[in-house]
């Protein structure tokens, strides 16, 4: 198994005209190899995969992975709140050449626990690829316990959690309770080195799209340098916050579109480009970080 631990960069989709501008994405892609990050998560929610067809995924897989060229393994978003096309797009993924897959608890039909453990069983049992958990209530309503993690660590292929919920109480569980080499990567930019602390080993982070060198510096630094590191990374704060003024990824693809690495900042609907008022605040809080 590839190593799935470190910084991953949840991956903005690049629009242009209504269609995946490839150009962006190579050069967004070429920006975090540049910048030492540790992987790509292709389709995620910060890639918008709710509006992407399958053909798109799949040829945005098959580009990443030709792009980072082995460099750094390539994570494919294939969850979604049906077992069967979960299971499809995992297969899928394992076909093309994916190193793992971050399937996220099942949306808006609300399953109870023992559905959840069926779900991602039921998934990772179809595909021989590592499987990582993805839980985000703040999107999904229904929440992953601490005591179904645990379950679901003892299944084999699944290897990890991205943790969204910015719940340390709740990381420092899993990762006491969970079976031995299960990981847990933070999916909250705002509290990921704080996970770092409580045993995590890794983030899925937005903010890496245009910073990666210093989101991936800070987690190697922090358990060495926790003081030091801090104290930089609150200068960020301030353009984390604005990062999720607005839904993800409507911040992250203006700021980009801002440093000159997107040619657009275009979303597919039912997102719209970023409020002229947190575009002020946006650009005023990346000014002070002197990213712009």
Same mark, same amino acid.
């Given at each position: 198994?590839?190593?799935?631990?470190?910084?991953?960069?949840?991956?903005?989709?690049?629009?242009?005209?209504g269609?995946?501008?490839?150009?962006?994405?190579?050069?967004? +892609?070429?920006? !975090? $190899?540049?910048?030492?990050?540790?992987?790509?998560?292709?389709?995620?929610?910060?890639?918008?995969?709710?509006?992407?067809?399958?053909?798109?995924?799949?040829?945005?897989?098959?580009?990443?992975?030709a792009?980072?060229?082995?460099?750094?393994?390539?994570?494919?978003?294939?969850?979604?709140?049906?077992?069967?096309?979960?299971?499809?797009?995992? !297969?899928?993924?394992?076909?093309?050449?994916?190193?793992?897959?971050?399937?996220?608890?099942?949306?808006?039909? &609300?399953?109870? !626990?023992?559905?959840?453990?069926?779900?991602?069983?039921?998934?990772? &049992?179809?595909?021989?690829?590592? +499987?990582?958990?993805?839980?985000?209530?703040?999107?999904?309503?229904?929440?992953? &316990?601490?005591?179904?993690?645990?379950?679901?660590?003892?299944?084999?292929?699944?290897?990890?959690?991205?943790?969204?919920?910015?719940?340390?109480?709740?990381?420092?569980?899993?990762?006491?309770?969970?079976?031995?080499?299960?990981?847990?990567?933070?999916?909250?930019?705002?509290?990921?080195?704080?996970?770092?602390?409580?045993?995590?080993?890794?983030?899925?982070?937005?903010?890496?799209?245009?910073?990666?060198? !210093?989101?991936?510096?800070?987690?190697?630094?922090?358990?060495?340098?926790?003081?030091?590191?801090?104290?930089?990374?609150?200068?960020?704060?301030? $353009? +984390?916050?604005?990062?999720?003024?607005?839904?993800?990824?409507?911040?992250?693809?203006?700021?980009?579109?801002?440093?000159?690495?997107?040619?657009?900042?275009?979303?597919?609907?039912? $997102?719209?480009?970023?409020?002229?008022?947190n575009?002020?605040?946006?650009?005023?809080?990346?000014?002070?970080?002197?990213?712009?």
């Open positions: 198994m590839s190593k799935l631990t470190g910084i991953f960069t949840a991956i903005v989709t690049p629009f242009k005209k269609e995946v501008d490839y150009s962006s994405f190579k050069k967004l +892609i070429r920006a !975090q $190899l540049d910048g030492g990050i540790d992987g790509i998560v292709v389709n995620g929610t910060t890639g918008e995969s709710p509006t992407l067809s399958k053909e798109e995924r799949e040829r945005l897989l098959l580009f990443a992975l792009e980072a060229s082995n460099q750094v393994p390539i994570i494919m978003g294939t969850g979604t709140n049906d077992t069967s096309s979960s299971i499809e797009q995992t !297969q899928i993924a394992k076909k093309l050449g994916a190193k793992a897959a971050l399937v996220v608890v099942p949306y808006y039909n &609300k399953p109870p !626990q023992a559905g959840l453990v069926g779900h991602f069983t039921a998934v990772a &049992k179809s595909a021989d690829l590592p +499987i990582v958990l993805y839980n985000v209530p703040s999107r999904t309503v229904t929440s992953l &316990k601490a005591e179904t993690i645990v379950t679901l660590s003892k299944v084999k292929n699944i290897v990890g959690i991205k943790e969204a919920t910015g719940d340390l109480g709740l990381t420092k569980n899993i990762i006491r309770k969970s079976k031995k080499g299960f990981f847990v990567l933070s999916g909250d930019d705002a509290t990921y080195l704080d996970l770092y602390l409580s045993g995590g080993v890794g983030a899925i982070s937005v903010l890496s799209n245009m910073a990666p060198k !210093q989101t991936k510096s800070w987690g190697e630094t922090i358990k060495e340098r926790p003081k030091e590191t801090k104290k930089e990374f609150v200068k960020y704060k301030g $353009l +984390i916050e604005n990062l999720f003024s607005e839904s993800n990824p409507i911040p992250i693809k203006m700021a980009l579109y801002w440093m000159g690495i997107i040619e657009s900042p275009e979303l597919r609907l039912p $997102l719209v480009e970023l409020s002229t008022e575009k002020k605040k946006l650009k005023s809080a990346m000014k002070d970080c002197g990213v712009l």
